[in-house]
């Protein structure tokens, strides 16, 4: 016999649901669901989540969990608090209407009133508009905020970068130095001066197996990789000390508005021209002296011997 199709219950929540955060929790939606599949027959049913991630993120775990068990043919029907939990942008969220129409799988929306199995709603596409309107509206407000903080010197960057460790457990909290790996800043910059290429010093700091940045900060706490399995926690890529040369921040100024991205749907960081950014100098204890990096940044700026791969000695 073939296997049942599956009922998905597919809850969302994000910290853009604001002052609804209690009735759009992950519990309450789970047990909304779940009494309507048993009250309705729609079983076997299974929970998918997405607990943390906007509307407007398309490639949250849960949602591709569910994109992946459509493409397999294994639902028979999708259950929803609500339109907006499907997500933010109603071009994307009419397209999927259309795919599970095409599949006939049937697509219910508790709050909304809205089941697939009977008659059309023709108010639909504009929810998903107003849900849409939603996610620009918070994403506007948002900018706002940080736009007013960044321009009063309150730093932008919540995670302190290699050499640096947080003061106290706040979120704006001070900057302080990281005495061990402000002493690899240190070296990074002196090995430079001394001609030194970031290819070369990524491969003495591997050698010599000091830990990487993203390991050494994911071990106190910081940065995106925390919950990440390194697979060799001593392996320096070039790219690391090339950062490390090129941030400010070393000389102990804060830098706002390096970045942004173009559109509250884009997930892509763009990096801003240096003249947009906004400096406020001598904000923490530095690491390196200006005339360091200044010297430093100018040998990486001239023209590069070529070095033998085999000898290491630069050709004649």
């Not at 009922?7 to 929540?13: F, K, N, S, V």
């Not at 942008?89 to 009977?118: C, F, H, K, Q």
């Not at 910081?222 to 090339?242: E, I, R, T």
């Not at 003249?275 to 002296?289: G, L, Q, R, S």
Request: proline share 4%.
């Amino acid at each position: 016999m073939e296997p049942k199709k599956l009922t998905i219950l597919y809850e969302r929540l994000s910290r853009d649901d604001g002052e609804d955060g209690v009735s759009n929790s992950i519990l309450n939606q789970r047990q909304l669901l779940q009494d309507y599949a048993e009250r309705n027959n729609l079983i076997p049913y299974e929970h998918i989540q997405d607990d943390g991630y906007s509307g407007t993120n398309w490639n949250r775990p849960g949602w591709q969990e569910l994109i992946a068990k459509i493409d397999a043919d294994e639902v028979v029907c999708l259950v929803v608090k609500d339109s907006s939990r499907i997500g933010r942008d109603y071009l994307r969220v009419g397209l999927l209407r259309e795919t599970l129409r095409e599949r006939n799988i049937r697509l219910i929306a508790v709050n909304d009133g809205i089941d697939t199995a009977g008659q059309e709603d023709d108010f639909q596409p504009f929810r998903e508009i107003m849900a849409e309107w939603y996610a620009r509206d918070c994403s506007k407000k948002i900018k706002s905020v940080y736009h007013q903080k960044g321009m009063a010197g309150v730093r932008l960057a919540h995670h302190p970068l290699y050499g640096y460790k947080k003061a106290d457990s706040s979120k704006n909290s001070q900057w302080v130095i990281d005495d061990d790996a402000a002493e690899i800043v240190r070296r990074i910059y002196a090995m430079t001066i001394e001609g030194r290429g970031v290819g070369e010093i990524a491969r003495i700091l591997t050698e010599e197996r000091v830990e990487s940045p993203a390991y050494h900060l994911a071990q106190m706490g910081y940065g995106q990789h925390v919950n990440k399995a390194f697979g060799d926690p001593y392996l320096w890529w070039a790219s690391a000390p090339a950062d490390i040369l090129s941030k400010i921040e070393y000389m102990g100024h804060t830098a706002n508005f390096k970045g942004e991205k173009p559109h509250f749907k884009s997930k892509k960081y763009v990096e801003r021209p240096r003249e947009d950014w906004v400096i406020f100098e001598n904000t923490h204890e530095a690491i390196v002296d200006p005339e360091t990096w200044a010297t430093a940044n100018r040998i990486r700026g001239a023209a590069k011997r070529c070095v033998s791969r085999i000898d290491g000695e630069p050709h004649p």
